[in-house]
């Protein structure tokens, strides 16, 4: 690695894949002589790492540009732009930024080291992926290391851009995987949480068609005292030989996060999944008929075009129907080149949306405080991962985060935890 003589900042909107790029991308630039900064004041370079799942974020990302530009008024800055929005917009946003030095696409991210040094503003954004080349990673989230198993979907749910900004399913190969699982172990991280918009799909494009059940198999494997996880998982896609692996793991945690995004039939169709509500409810009777204290997690759209009151009170009864514990929500917004945003006559209004949004939300702690209670009165395994505010805090395998009363605990510990009160977004206990 060379000495670091500049700093970046790097900005990185929504999802976990994203942070994992930007994991990698700060890596790349270490060995270029870049050291990471939280203070985008003392950058010499920062970097925006977008999100265009919806206009919000990908709002979010031109005004940090905006700032930016001003900050490059007063000294010498370089500014780039990558991710989704960059792989959407490409040229437009050199055109739009006049402060801009380079814009990189998510299939960019190996190119950096010649992108970097090149004189001039550049845009590279391809639809074909720049090979994966060996770095440095410079993780950024305590005990959990992210590993991304594969990346794009094939998918094309009527909302959504991602098969558009990531393109069609690569899975990585099982060898690379084990290695940097190998890798983060070595380095003292106590969970990996394996990453890809549809995990289920892993190893499908692979000549051998290796499944994500035998992944984590190998995974779990490896020596030491660790946890696995993985997310995120398409409804139909879960096979049984994942819920077997999963039960019959001591690694593995009881998690899945399966989004569901409506509880009414004729919306889901509208948004091109590939599931009723009753085929939803199957997988997830199968699971937790199979998986003790499992937590199932989900996402949900509020006013996708053409939502009716009815298909609303249809999704309101899916969590209770299928006891979710938890679930991330959001309002339908219209994204460029999907199929859902043409249809305009369609479109809720938006005091409407914003309205179901509301109840949706209400609807979400009203379950989480249900499930969090379940476990009042039992013992828990915990990962000890912080102390904050005189208390320490971990989360449990089925990733609940708890509050532990304890004299001495180290970070990174696990303990078992004896549950004795719950809140909406967290458990407390005393360690045993
Ligand atoms: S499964 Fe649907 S919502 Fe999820 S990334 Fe693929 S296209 Fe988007």
Redesign the pocket.
């Known amino acids: 690695m060379s000495d670091f003589s500049k700093k970046v900042y790097i900005e990185t909107l929504g999802c976990q894949m994203n942070k994992s790029d930007s994991e990698r991308i700060l890596g790349i630039l270490s060995h270029f002589g870049y050291e990471p900064t939280q203070d985008e004041h003392e950058a010499d370079f920062c970097i925006v790492n977008t999100c265009s799942i919806r206009k919000l974020s990908e709002d979010k990302a031109y005004s940090k540009l905006g700032v930016w530009g001003k900050m490059k008024k007063q000294k010498p800055l370089k500014i780039a732009i990558c991710g989704c929005v960059a792989q959407q917009e490409g040229e437009n946003l050199l055109k739009r930024f006049p402060y801009l030095d380079l814009v990189f696409g998510t299939h960019n991210i190996y190119e950096l080291p010649d992108l970097i040094n090149k004189e001039g503003r550049i845009c590279a954004v391809t639809n074909t992926p720049v090979k994966e080349k060996e770095f440095n990673i410079i993780r950024t989230k305590g005990l959990n290391a992210w590993l991304p198993i594969i990346e794009g979907?094939n998918?094309?749910?009527s909302y959504?851009i991602?098969?558009y900004t990531r393109g069609r399913e690569r899975s990585r190969e099982v060898e690379a995987i084990i290695n940097e699982a190998k890798n983060i172990l070595k380095q003292g991280y106590k969970e990996i949480t394996l990453l890809g918009?549809?995990v289920d799909s892993y190893g499908k494009d692979l000549p051998d068609k290796p499944t994500l059940a035998y992944l984590l198999s190998e995974i779990e494997k490896l020596e030491g005292n660790f946890r696995i996880r993985f997310v995120t998982s398409?409804p139909t896609d879960i096979t049984d030989e994942l819920i077997e692996t999963v039960k019959n793991s001591t690694k593995i945690c009881e998690c899945f996060h399966i989004?569901m995004q409506s509880g009414s039939t004729p919306i889901l169709k509208a948004m091109n999944r590939r599931y009723t509500r009753e085929q939803y409810a199957q997988i997830v009777k199968k699971i937790r008929d199979n998986i003790e204290n499992v937590t199932i997690t989900s996402d949900f759209i509020a006013g996708f075009p053409g939502e009716t009151d009815e298909d609303f009170e249809q999704t309101l009864s899916a969590f209770d129907e299928f006891e979710l514990d938890y679930s991330n929500t959001a309002a339908y917004s219209p994204r460029p080149k999907t199929p859902a945003a043409k249809w305009v006559d369609k479109y809720v209004d938006e005091e409407v949306k914003k309205q179901r949004l509301s109840v949706l939300n209400d609807k979400v702690k009203e379950m989480t405080l249900k499930s969090n209670q379940k476990y009042v009165g039992k013992t828990l395994e915990v990962l000890v991962e912080s102390f904050k505010d005189g208390k320490f805090e971990g989360r449990t395998r089925n990733n609940k985060v708890v509050h532990i009363e304890a004299d001495s605990i180290n970070i990174g510990d696990f303990v078992d935890v004896e549950i004795q009160r719950a809140s909406t977004w967290c458990l407390f206990g005393s360690k045993k």
């Open positions: 979907c998918n094309f749910c959504c991602v098969p918009q549809n398409y989004p």
